[in-house]
């Protein structure tokens, strides 16, 4: 396993990451609705991985819904930083990071364009569950 770290710009929302495989070889998901292009977010997800998230202080966690509001972003209301969007079913949390919010030493293949919003609710779900991590685990204090 490979791993990758990283957060938002106050340290308030932490990622940790667990990949399959090296993190080159991973090409990033730049969506092109206007959520997205307008944090300019590209995400990275790895089904066979994990994604573990730490929140120290809750009152500033924002979780945001848009378009068909089927899946939750993840911002930090203090900073503004956009770390990654999460899709809770199936008995599970399955998410996906904002690859900006990894830490600088840690570089991933190039981007590719992805246009989810022509997609019906029905099939982004299934995308969502078969290409996010589907391992996500959320840790509330100072753990």
Known sequence: MHRASGGCH???LLVDLELSR???TYNPRACDCDFCR???A?????????MGIRIK???????????SGTAEFMVCTRCGVLIGV?????????????????D?????????PVSPKT????????RWQSVWFSDVRIVTGEA
């Open 10 to 12: 106050c340290g308030n």
């Open 22 to 24: 090296a993190p080159d």
């Open 38 to 40: 307008k944090h300019c």
């Open 42 to 50: 590209s995400y990275l997800s790895d089904p066979q991985g994990s």
């Open 57 to 67: 202080d809750e009152r500033h966690w924002g979780r945001y819904q848009q378009g």
């Open 86 to 102: 999460l899709y809770r079913g199936d008995g599970r949390v399955h998410g996906a990071v904002n690859t900006k919010a990894i």
């Open 104 to 112: 600088g030493a840690t570089s991933f293949g190039t981007e590719q």
């Open 119 to 126: 997609l019906p609710s029905s099939e982004k779900v299934k």
